[in-house]
């Protein structure tokens, strides 16, 4: 195999196990596992989580909560992106709840609901200053007079979504709260209800927002693997690959693609069985590092579409073809986090995982 990813279910459980204790039993926590679990692996993510009983996945759309209930998953599913109009029907029909952000979601809800003489159950998404999906504040009251007449639809959840729970300087998510609880006590006098479910916490919401927890949370990215705010969590996915070639080269000698990395003195350059047609970002040309027996190895040169150049004159003389390289994830007692390549790329971790999920290889562990 030239490369894979190896994917550890033990360190995603144990993530998934921490936020839980965090958070305290009276909290549901309901794991994020869109996008194919951030690049994990959609059913295997899921079902790796079922037997820590989540009380929800969420999901982004309908096509994946298909594929979970296909796979004979019954935990209760929400869909974050909502449906489109002709997919209401069957997602009632397999128990799958749509987020609603829309006043015409209703109509949509209603007449399914009629139709198969079951209370349609929904959470409802406002819009608390994320700015992307959900009620405005100055449409809910019009949502509310519709949701009041609305004889075939069962409110089960309010939420919404912070824009910047990351930011250590940002004071904004305190003000998404309050807008939250205001939603919040507006339905419960127009409606005379309180729904079951009240979420508006991703992961930074739910590990720096205790006040945010209400009664549900949905993290992602921590499940995943540790970043700047929770640096303890563990890495699950790891991105490995083969030294192909060793090579002594002498000074002055050009390395790779545009020649953009000229040798400095003689070194030990070894070629790397990745690209960024593996999901390696090409970002990280010149830039990126490696871990080789526990080393970091500079990358050299341009990252081509499967193949790397690394610096390795630095490491052990006895270094051989076919030795395991890490380009993500953790190697003796050193890491490259998600985080790290986010950076260096220009990007966020959760892209980092998402691109170098997309490698067709990956091999399911449990340590
Ligand atoms: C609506 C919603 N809730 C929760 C999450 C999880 O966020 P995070 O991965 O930052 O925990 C996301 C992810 O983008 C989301 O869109």
Redesign the pocket.
Known sequence: MHNWVEINLGALKRNYTRIKQFVGPHIAVSP?I?AEA?GHGLLQVATALLPLNPPWF?V?KFSEAVLLRDAGISTPILV?SGLLPNEYPEALEMSITPVVYAIEHLDYCEEAGRKRQTPYPIHVKVDTGMGRLGIREEGFNEFLAKLKHCSWIKLEGLMS?FADA?DKNSSYPLIQIERFRNFLSRLKSELKITPTFLHIS???G?LRYPTAHFNMV?????LYGPIDFARTFEPVMTLKARILQIKEVPPNTPIGYGKSFITPTSMTIATVSVGYGDGYPRMLSNRGEVLIRGRRCPIVGRVSMNLITVDVTKVDSSLSIGEEVVLLGNQGGECISADELGRKAQTIS?EIYCRIGSNPVKRYVES
């Open positions: 994020v869109k951030y969420a982004s974050l979504h990351d991703n992961s930074a739910t949905r993290p992602g990215i921590v959760y």
